[in-house]
Every structure is written in structure tokens, then in C-alpha cells.
């Protein structure tokens, strides 16, 4: 009895010994080791002095594309990535970009107003003085215009918003609406505005969301001061991103460009953002009701909807002219599979100065770059060809990565293992979204990070905020819709991709602003560099994972189970929405919504709605039940006992399994988006929709197309599943 009592302690101790130290996702046993060993040799030669003296270069002067400094920087990356041993060049598009020429708004009565729309300079922050040197504050990509109408206030502009004016009563037809910044991404608002009729359209941003409401404002605080401005892009990206007059091809010096007035992700109206200084005057000479509860921000007024009597003037002119992109390429061949690449990348590009956006980012995968190359040095280089780009143009519509990726689409399908992306950083709380056949793999990389500030590790640590805000108790990837350079590789090649940043402790109103400089960066966002090192260890790890497995860490299990999840959360939406208007038609029925008096008359009573149809859901359910049985069956950990030939077959076909989850034709209405699991949100811009064809059809109440996008979906899973079926058998 004790005897065995031993033994099995033992045989638990060597187990446990096994599984702590030498298992690793993708990895025998004996090359699990030689991994860790490497990633700790790695870890060891980061330094977060370098991420301080590159950001210093980098942050010194603006660098909006097209710029003499953005070049600079360009080639100065270059020179960096030359000096650690990569074959770095720099790929040049020429893409359109508009630069405001004139920008004028003005309040025409009952009490007339000029908006300044200028930041001004601060105490301690040299950079916010370079005067003329500063990009003004527009929207890219807004139309030129010159309108004057009545304004009216419309929250934060996105669908619910307009719902809710109808109820009001409240057009906005032949007016200006204004609406506050967040709540959606901001191409959504002047989108919207045009679609309900509107002819200009100002965003401002409120000191509710980003500004006293939050913390002292710049320079005592991080937060928004009453002049700071978010500059932005309001291209129309959810329909396609990238340069405007190439859609889908590179935009390179002979191509065929469309003609301006053709490009149709250029806004249909004028938009200008402005300041909560410029905002509140206009805001203050609104009459008409007393907007929702919910709808009212921080300023000392009563916030009043209109339309008018406050009338404004918006002309905007813009001088249209292509700019050469410079995209820094830097490749280190790999030893065993020189056709694989494992891709990391992040914008170099700003508004301004751009510490936090982009260059935080960016300086960590250098710092990343720099030891993979001294480690390649000492003859540990990695065994699949590692590619670092750092990306121009991804501020105005992620134009650098995109035209680089319709340059190159056919190769990287066939070659690209992931891309990993990163873009601004700070503290606190790793953010990891992207490919969920990759979420297992990156699980086990942030189970062996340490957190800067608590000791225990980045996964233990996103866990912990998760369930103190009453969310889940485990490790997952979020979904992946738009707003920075993975997109072209997820969206429309279809190649597995992460996102990955630190953030949660670092909050402020600098974005995209003259105030995201050095000594913003330095007082308030990663002080010591210390998550900017934390985030190159993360994502340096996963990259060289990807770059050395036996066969490529891709796991179907937590794959099906987020889409399976996705897909009953569909499911209950489309019977709740059926639900809610048998309810309310019964209650129209019943005459219940009649009001005795109303001597306002401000509410229409509501009237029957179409019902809601029973969908036909089968043919995908079918799908996931066969899906679920191929994926129980399939064991990738087997295939570390397979023969090198037959493991080469396999991580072959590993490489293509992202793109079997993208169909040709693209989603309705936006054929470049061509993922069937997830995209930027047609109403949404930035956030996601995920299996996007049948739920944004759901939402939109267009049934006839949903049961269309049913079939296609249930068509795509079909084809994975055969997939699969095909990697089952090079194991077995
Ligand atoms: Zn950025």
C-alpha cells in the first residue's frame, strides 16, 4: 500500500514536472525545452532603456504620412533593422491623402460665435508649441463642403440615437447634426448623418467621456483640456479600407485609379471635429426638447436637441494629392522553412507626435526585433523565416498595410503562418484579440509572462480584472473587427492574426492630439517602459513559438467553442427580437399605447410592426454538430509523432486553415471584407460583428437575406470541416 502510495506520488511528481517545464503547445518534449531555454534567453536581453531613447527619436516631431519626419523615421527603422541583422527594405506606395487647406465653422445667430479650432501649446510640454509644424485638426477623408442650415444634437450619432429622434419627432433632413465622440467608431457618424438626410456633420469631444468628467485635465492630468481635438479618419473602412482610389489592388505608381467623385469610402458630407471650447457655444443657442438623460455630457448647460435656432456655417476645403507610403520590410530568413513566415508588425506613422499612437508600439517590436537578432547572432535563429514591418499610412484608413497586402496577397496565403499585430501601449491589463484557433497557444504565453507591477502572470492578472468586473473566470481572445493593420491579413487575405497591447491603468484624452507627445507619455502612460518590455516579451514569445514548432500551435477545440457560442447567441437574439413584436403588436391591438391626452404632442403612438419570421437555422446547426465530432477527433498533439515529411504536410495545410473560413464573394455589399466569422460592424465600424453575414441581416431585418447567409455560412463550415477531416487523416 505504501509502496504504491509512493509510486504514484512519484509518477504525479515526474508528471507534473513533465507538464510545468517541458510541454509546450507544438513542441516534443526535447524541443519544448530548447524553446523555454530560448524564450528565457529572450526574455533576459530585453531593455526597456531603448524603447525610452527610440520613442525620444521617433515622438520628436509629427509624422502623418507623406511628412519629411515620417520619412526619416522610415529610414532610420531601416537602419535599425540592418544593424540587427535583417534584410530590411522600404516598399512605397503612392496613396491619396487630403491635407485641409480651409476650415471654417461659425455660429451665425441668435449669438454669433467663430470656433477657434486650435489647441494651444502647455506648460512643461515643448512639443505642443511647434506652432505651424502641427497637423490641423479634420477628419480624413470628409468631402470638401460649404453648407449652413440649423443644427441639431444627435448623442453620439449611431443607429439608436436616430431611433430615438424619430420617436421625438425630430428630423434632421437639410440640417447640421453635432455629435459627441465615442459611443461608435466616428466614420459611423457623418455615414449615418448623410443617410438620414443631414448636409454637414460635427463631432466634439464631450468632458463627460474624455475630459474633466474623467481627471484633471493636460497639462495637471492626462485627460482632454478644453481645446484638444481628436484628429481622425472617417473614411467609410467597414465598406473597405486602404487607399480610396485603389480598392483591392496596390496602389502602386502606374496603377488604374478611380476618379475622386467615384470613390465611394470618401464621405457623402463635410465633417470637422472640434473642440469642447468650440462646442459649447453651439450647443448652448440649441432649443427645442431637453435632450434624454442619457444623452446629456459634463458641460454647464442644458443640453437641448433643436433643430436650431442655432444656425452654423461649415466650410471645408481640402487639398486632394497622392503621398508616397513608406512601409519598412525587415526579413530574417528562417533555417528549416524559409517559405514560412511568421509576420509581426505595428504602424510608424501619427496624427502629431503619436508617443502613445503608434510609437509605444512600435518601439517594444523593435526592442523584440533587436533580440531575435542578436539571438540569431549566437546561431539561434529561428527555424521559419521572420518578417517585422512597421507600417506608414495607418492613421488615415490603414492604408501602408493594406496596399502592401493587395500587393502581395497570393504569396502570403500560401506562406504566412499569423501575423501579429501591435499598436499603441500602455499599462495594466493585457488586451489580446484575433484568431481563436490561436487562442490556446496564446493562453500558455501569457501563463508564463510575469506582470511588471504584481509578480504573477499577465494571464492570471487579465483573469483577475475580468472577475472583478463580474466577467468570465478563464483566458479567451476577443474578436477581432477593425481599427488597425491586421485587418487586411484577417478581413481579406484570411490568414490567422492577434492583436495585442497593454491598457486599463493609463486613461486620458490624448488620442490623436498635439497633447500625445513624450512627457504625456512619460507622467501618465508606462512611466519605465515597463509594460512596453512586457508587451515585447509577449509578443516576441508567441512569434517565436509560431517561428520553431514541430507542427503550428493552431487548436480547434476553443475555436469551436467561441463560434458555436456566437452562433446561440444569434440564435436567442433572433427569437427575442420575434418575441418583442408579437408582444408589442398585441399591445397596438389592444389599443394599450393610446394616450388620453398629449397636448404636446410629442410622442407618435407607436404603430404594428412586421412580424418576425421563423428562420430556418438547421443547415448550420447541422454543420457545427458534424463540425464538433470532426474536432473531438482531430488530436494536432499527435502530430508531434508523425514523420518530419508527413509534419510538413500537415503544417502545409495548417497554413491555410484561416483562409478556409473566408468565401471569395465577401459579405453582402462589401466584397473585400471576406471572413465568415468576423468583421467590422457595417453600423459599427471598429466594433465587431462576428458571423457577420447572418447577424448584421438579422439586425437589419432583411430575412430574405439572412436565410441566404445562413446557406453561405453553413457552406464555409462545411468546407472547414472536410478541412479538418483531411488533417485527421495525414495524422492517423
Ligand atoms: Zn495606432
Given at each position: ?46 531593455n ?10 521617433m515622438?520628436?516631431?509629427p ?21 540587427w ?61 460649404d ?46 448623418a ?172 523593435m ?24 507600417w ?50 496564446v ?5 508564463t509572462?510575469?506582470d ?44 490567422a ?96 399605447f ?33 463540425l ?105
Amino acid at each position: 500500500m505504501l509502496r504504491n502510495t509512493i509510486s504514484l506520488f512519484l509518477f504525479l511528481f515526474f508528471f507534473s514536472f513533465l507538464s510545468a517545464q517541458n510541454s509546450v503547445i507544438g513542441f516534443s518534449t526535447d524541443n519544448a525545452s530548447e524553446q523555454l531555454k530560448l524564450e528565457s534567453a529572450f526574455e533576459k536581453n530585453l531593455n526597456a532603456t531603448n524603447l525610452d531613447n527610440w520613442m525620444q527619436r521617433m515622438a520628436a516631431e509629427p509624422h502623418w504620412v507623406g511628412t519629411k519626419y515620417g520619412e526619416d523615421n522610415a529610414k532610420w527603422i531601416q537602419k535599425q533593422f540592418k544593424s540587427w541583422g535583417y534584410d530590411a527594405k522600404i516598399e512605397t506606395y503612392d496613396i491619396l491623402f487630403p491635407y485641409p487647406i480651409e476650415r471654417v465653422l461659425e455660429l451665425l445667430g441668435p449669438t454669433p460665435y467663430k470656433a477657434k479650432l486650435t489647441a494651444v501649446p502647455v506648460d512643461g510640454d515643448p512639443f505642443t508649441a511647434q506652432g505651424d509644424a502641427l497637423l490641423p485638426s479634420y477628419n480624413a477623408f470628409s468631402i470638401d463642403g460649404d453648407v449652413t442650415a440649423e443644427l441639431v444634437f444627435v448623442n453620439y450619432g449611431i443607429p439608436k440615437d436616430y431611433e430615438e429622434l424619430e420617436k421625438l419627432g425630430i428630423s434632421v433632413k437639410g440640417k447640421i447634426v453635432i455629435a459627441k465622440y465615442q459611443g461608435s467608431w466616428r466614420g459611423i457618424k457623418p455615414k449615418l448623418a448623410a443617410e438620414n438626410g443631414a448636409i454637414g456633420c460635427i463631432i466634439y469631444s464631450d468632458p463627460q467621456d474624455d475630459g474633466y468628467g474623467q481627471g484633471d485635465v493636460y497639462p495637471k492630468g492626462a485627460y482632454k483640456n478644453k481645446t484638444g481635438v481628436q484628429r481622425g479618419s472617417v473614411m467609410d473602412m467597414p465598406t473597405y479600407p486602404g487607399d480610396v482610389l485603389t480598392p483591392g489592388y496596390a496602389a502602386t505608381k502606374d496603377a488604374k485609379r478611380l476618379d475622386r467623385k467615384d470613390a465611394p469610402t470618401i464621405t457623402k458630407i463635410p465633417v470637422l471635429p472640434i473642440s469642447y471650447e468650440d462646442a459649447q457655444p453651439l450647443l448652448a443657442a440649441l432649443e427645442g426638447p431637453v435632450a434624454p438623460t442619457s444623452w446629456r455630457g459634463g458641460l454647464p448647460i442644458t443640453y437641448h436637441i433643436g433643430p436650431g435656432p442655432a444656425k452654423v456655417h461649415l466650410k471645408l476645403t481640402f487639398d486632394w494629392k497622392l503621398v508616397p507610403a513608406h512601409n519598412v520590410i525587415a526579413t530574417m530568413k528562417g533555417t528549416d522553412f524559409p517559405d514560412q513566415w511568421v509576420m509581426r508588425g505595428n504602424h510608424h506613422d501619427a496624427w502629431v507626435h503619436g508617443a502613445n499612437d503608434p510609437v509605444s508600439g512600435m518601439v517594444a517590436l523593435m526592442e523584440e526585433a533587436r533580440v531575435v537578432g542578436e539571438l540569431a547572432k549566437n546561431g539561434q535563429k529561428p527555424k521559419r523565416t521572420v518578417v517585422y514591418c512597421a507600417w506608414d499610412a495607418e492613421e488615415p484608413g490603414l492604408i501602408g498595410s493594406t496596399e502592401w497586402v493587395e500587393d502581395h496577397k497570393k504569396e502570403l496565403q500560401q506562406k504566412v503562418v499569423a501575423y501579429i499585430n501591435t499598436d499603441g501601449n500602455g499599462r495594466g491589463f493585457l488586451g489580446a484579440g484575433g484568431s481563436h484557433s490561436l487562442q490556446a497557444m496564446v493562453k500558455e504565453v501569457a501563463g508564463t509572462v510575469k506582470d511588471p507591477q504584481t509578480g504573477v502572470s499577465i494571464k492570471e492578472r487579465k483573469i483577475a480584472k475580468q472577475m472583478v468586473s463580474g466577467g468570465e473566470d478563464t483566458f479567451s481572445l476577443y474578436a477581432l473587427g477593425s481599427g488597425s493593420d491586421y485587418t487586411p491579413f484577417i478581413q481579406h487575405a484570411g490568414i490567422a492574426s492577434l492583436n495585442l497591447g497593454f491598457g486599463g491603468e493609463n486613461g486620458g484624452g490624448e488620442y490623436h492630439t498635439i497633447y500625445d507627445t513624450y512627457p504625456h507619455y512619460k507622467r501618465f502612460k508606462d512611466p519605465n517602459f515597463a509594460y512596453g518590455v512586457a508587451l515585447a516579451n509577449t509578443a516576441g514569445r508567441i512569434t517565436l513559438r509560431l517561428a520553431n514548432a514541430d507542427v503550428l500551435p493552431f487548436d480547434f477545440k476553443e475555436w469551436y467553442t467561441t463560434v458555436s457560442g456566437y452562433w446561440e447567441e444569434i440564435k436567442t437574439d433572433a427569437d427575442q427580437m420575434r418575441k418583442a413584436v408579437e408582444k408589442h403588436n398585441k399591445l397596438v391591438k389592444s389599443n394599450a399605447f393610446v394616450l388620453a391626452s398629449d397636448p404636446q404632442k410629442e410622442f407618435n403612438e407607436p404603430a404594428a410592426k412586421k412580424d418576425v419570421p421563423y428562420l430556418n437555422f438547421a443547415p448550420v446547426q447541422n454543420e457545427l454538430a458534424s463540425l464538433n465530432t470532426t474536432i473531438k477527433m482531430l488530436s494536432l498533439t499527435n502530430g508531434i509523432q508523425i514523420s518530419k515529411a508527413k509534419q510538413e504536410e500537415l503544417n502545409q495545410k495548417l497554413i491555410g486553415a484561416e483562409r478556409m473560413l473566408t468565401a471569395e464573394k465577401g459579405l453582402p455589399r462589401r466584397p473585400w471584407f471576406k471572413h465568415q466569422i468576423y468583421a467590422p460592424g457595417f453600423y459599427t465600424g471598429y466594433g465587431v460583428k462576428t458571423l457577420p453575414g447572418v447577424r448584421e441581416a438579422i439586425e437589419q431585418k432583411d430575412w430574405k437575406e439572412a436565410q441566404e447567409q445562413i446557406t453561405v455560412l453553413s457552406n464555409t463550415l462545411q468546407s472547414f470541416n472536410n478541412f479538418l477531416a483531411e488533417l485527421n487523416a495525414i495524422i492517423r
